[in-house]
């Protein structure tokens, strides 16, 4: 069950330690993409049969705020495990390499201006009045680091449900569900183009490109094109100015979504109604240490050495249930997984959508975090923040790696975890609740209460 997140610090830290926050790069819209590119996958039907599942493709934003870097390429597999050991360290150090060489301003070549696209799912319901249309609430789910669009499926079908039993007043009218650049089906389409590093900044830049250029002005039960067209200029402007005048836009990101999700909010505020952020990793820039920790280079390490490839999807399932970090999911989530995180391997069986090289690259762009951190408090008061926190295991947990110091409701400086303090960055029209049962993947563990 879902609990409060108690106490909150009557006066929060400013920055701990000096940081200038980065402006997301502008966005290029003159940019050309060349041809559209078609879905990589078949088409799918969603659980609830009231709701018609689609998806879509728009472009992301261009130039990227990274320069165009070569690929990294996997080390080979050897059985001589010392052999192996050193050479996914090597790897992870090279990527490091490049990271801090971002870090330190020594990357002077341009961003990459190669054609990325992203992939979205769309759930629309089936009967939608008019009124529906312009006043039901629309919602955006992000997906967490390593996961593709429909990992939500399960929290949604919750939420659907606890919708119905609990005769609620407000309806929701559209859902789509947000896939970065080098996740599952926006991976199969963008592969040849991705490079070696990948900035979380540009997951919120492609966030605002989608809702300011591509999202239809409001919802409905029609068909949409496959290749959503871009809006105009004058659309944009609007939308920039006042936010959206026939939809009630609810964005709902999970730990690199909610990060990410969060920081577009911040440059963007008019978009949004408000946010649900389920574990965001929002972090404050570390006070002493490296820039990237200890944790995050286990993390970066795994997903290089994770296996890829199975005989077939039976197997993999096999695999996973076999592995205490897939055996604590709820069995929908794995189901999904299983699904839809696998694709057709051409020499035979089946891969993963997203190899786990480029899930450690992921892993080590933490200056977003950082960033988003610091401007969170500018957030307009008006846009309501919930977070969703987890309760099991928080002491492992990626938010939970050192504590920092604040002043408590008592008067006194006290050691608090670095969630305590970043679900009360901005303590106007905020709240929280704890989910007992998740750790921090919680859209996996405990998807039906994230839906209640």
């Not at 939308?239 to 440059?267: D, P």
């Not at 999904?336 to 694709?343: A, H």
């Not at 057709?344 to 950082?370: C, Q, R, S, W």
């Amino acid at each position: 069950m879902a609990r409060p997140f108690h106490p909150r610090p009557a006066i929060l830290p400013g920055r701990l330690c000096p940081h200038t926050p980065r402006q997301l790069v502008p966005i290029d819209d003159t940019a050309d993409w060349g041809a559209s590119p078609a879905l990589p996958s078949r088409p799918r039907t969603f659980s609830d049969a009231s709701w018609v599942l689609s998806t879509h493709i728009v472009p992301a934003a261009l130039p990227r705020t990274t320069p165009d870097i070569p690929p990294v390429i996997l080390p080979a597999w050897t059985a001589d495990k010392g052999k192996w050991k050193e050479a996914v360290q090597k790897t992870a150090d090279e990527i490091v390499g490049v990271r801090y060489k971002q870090w330190n301003g020594e990357l002077k070549e341009p961003g990459s201006r190669k054609p990325l696209w992203v992939c979205l799912n769309r759930y629309r319901r089936r009967n939608l009045s008019q009124e529906e249309e312009a006043k039901g609430v629309t919602l955006l789910f992000t997906h967490a680091n390593g996961f593709p669009k429909e990992i939500w499926e399960p929290a949604l079908l919750g939420l659907l449900e606890q919708r119905k039993a609990s005769h609620s007043s407000y309806q929701i009218a559209e859902v789509w569900a947000w896939e970065a650049v080098n996740h599952g089906d926006s991976y199969l389409v963008n592969e040849k183009n991705l490079g070696g590093i990948y900035d979380w900044q540009d997951n919120s830049r492609d966030v605002l490109q989608f809702l300011l250029r591509y999202l239809p002005s409001r919802a409905s039960s029609s068909e949409l094109p496959t290749h959503l067209p871009r809006l105009s200029d004058s659309i944009a402007h609007e939308r920039r100015s006042r936010g959206f005048s026939e939809r009630t836009m609810v964005g709902v990101g999970h730990s690199l979504g909610g990060g990410t999700l969060a920081r577009a909010a911040i440059a963007e505020q008019a978009l949004f109604t408000s946010l649900v952020l389920v574990d965001p990793i929002i972090r404050p820039y570390p006070s002493k240490g490296p820039l990237l920790g200890a944790a995050t280079m286990k993390l970066t390490i795994g997903a290089i050495q994770r296996q890829s490839r199975w005989a077939s999807r039976r197997e993999a399932k096999e695999k996973f249930l076999s592995s205490p970090f897939f055996a604590a999911w709820h069995p929908d989530v794995l189901d999904i997984y299983v699904e839809c995180g696998l694709t057709e391997d051409p020499n035979g069986g089946v891969t993963l959508k997203m190899p786990g090289i480029h899930e450690a690259l992921t892993f080590t762009e933490v200056m977003t975090t950082y960033d988003t951190w610091d401007l969170i408090d500018t957030l307009d008061p008006r846009i309501p923040l919930q977070w969703v926190l987890p309760g099991k295991d928080v002491e492992k947990s990626a938010q939970f790696l050192a504590p920092v110091p604040y002043v408590g409701a008592d008067g006194r400086r006290s050691d608090g975890g670095v969630r305590a303090q970043t679900a009360w960055r901005r303590p106007e029209n905020a709240n929280n609740v704890i989910i007992r049962e998740a750790g921090h993947l919680i859209a996996q563990e405990a998807p039906l209460q994230l839906g209640e």
